[in-house]
C-alpha cells in the first residue's frame, strides 16, 4: 500500500490531453514538493517534473505539473504513442523522513 | 556525460547478504546526495535509501532500516548499499539515482540502468 495514491491505469487518444492524479497528506505532499517520473517498459525511470511544476531541459511543455493542497496533477497534452509508459509522483515524507513514490499509473495511447 | 553503473547484483538465500556497487562518472560526486530506489518484479518503485554528499545524513525505508547500510567512498566515486538479512520480498531490480542540484531527496535527475537482486533458495 502506496503513501501517495494513483489511479492504476489512465487512457486517452493521440492528441487528445490526459491528467494523472496523486493524492498524500499534510505530512507529505501537503508540505513538500512533488516530483514526476516516466518509466518507459524496460528501461529507469525519468525525471518529467520537479518541485511540483518545473521541467528538467530536455522536457517537452507537452507535460505540466500542479499541486493544490494534499494533492498533486501531472497534465500530458498532445498525446503520442511514445508516452505509453508507467508515471510515478514522488515526495518527501516529513514523518517518515524519507521518500516516497506512488503506486504509479499506467497510461495507454489508444 | 552522467554515468551511473550499479554492480553485485545476483541470486541469494533467504537470510543472506549482498553488497550494491554504484560507479559514478561524469560530475562532482562528492557534491551530490545519492539514492538507492527499487522495483519489485512488475511493480512500482520503492525508495530504499538515501545520503548525502559527504556521506552524513543517511535516510533508509522502514522496510530496509535495521538490515541495509547505506555508504559512500568518494574517493572512487561509488555508492554502496550493503544488504543483510535478506528476504524474499527484497527481491527486486535496485537502481541508484543522483539527487539533483535542489538537494531535494525526491528530485532524482539521473538513473543507472539498475542491478537484479534476487533472494531465494
Known amino acids: 500500500q502506496s503513501v501517495l495514491t494513483q489511479p492504476p491505469s489512465v487512457s486517452a487518444a493521440p492528441g487528445q490531453k490526459v491528467t494523472i492524479s496523486c493524492s498524500g497528506s499534510?505530512?507529505?505532499?501537503?508540505?513538500?514538493?512533488v516530483s514526476w517520473y516516466q518509466q518507459l517498459p524496460g528501461t529507469a525511470p525519468k525525471l518529467l517534473i520537479y518541485?511540483?511544476?518545473k521541467r528538467p531541459s530536455g522536457i517537452p511543455d507537452r507535460f505540466s505539473g500542479s499541486k493544490s493542497g494534499t494533492s498533486a496533477t501531472l497534465g500530458i497534452t498532445g498525446l503520442q504513442t511514445g508516452d505509453e509508459a508507467d508515471y510515478y509522483c514522488?515526495?518527501?515524507?516529513?514523518?517518515?523522513?524519507?521518500?516516497?513514490f506512488g503506486g504509479g499509473t499506467k497510461l495507454t495511447v489508444l | 556525460e552522467v554515468q551511473l553503473l550499479e554492480s553485485g547484483g545476483g541470486l541469494v538465500q533467504p537470510g543472506g547478504s549482498l553488497r550494491l556497487s554504484c560507479a559514478a562518472s561524469?560530475?562532482?560526486?562528492?557534491?551530490?546526495?545519492m539514492n538507492w530506489v527499487r522495483q519489485a518484479p512488475g511493480k512500482g518503485l520503492e525508495w530504499v535509501s538515501g545520503?548525502?554528499?559527504?556521506?552524513?545524513?543517511?535516510h533508509y525505508a522502514d522496510s530496509v532500516k535495521g538490515r541495509f547500510t547505506i555508504s559512500r567512498d568518494n574517493s572512487k566515486n561509488t555508492l554502496y548499499l550493503q544488504m543483510n538479512s535478506l528476504r524474499a520480498e527484497d527481491t527486486a531490480v535496485y537502481y541508484c539515482?543522483?539527487?539533483?542540484?535542489?538537494?531535494?531527496?525526491?528530485?532524482?535527475?539521473?538513473w543507472g540502468q539498475g542491478t537484479l537482486v534476487t533472494v531465494s533458495s
Open positions: 545520503t548525502g554528499g559527504s556521506g552524513a545524513g543517511t
Open positions: 499534510s505530512s507529505n505532499i501537503g508540505n513538500n514538493y
Open positions: 561524469g560530475f562532482t560526486f562528492s557534491n551530490y546526495a
Open positions: 518541485e511540483n511544476n
Open positions: 539515482a543522483k539527487v539533483a542540484n535542489s538537494g531535494y531527496y525526491e528530485v532524482l535527475d539521473y
Open positions: 514522488a515526495t518527501w515524507d516529513s514523518s517518515l523522513s524519507a521518500v516516497v
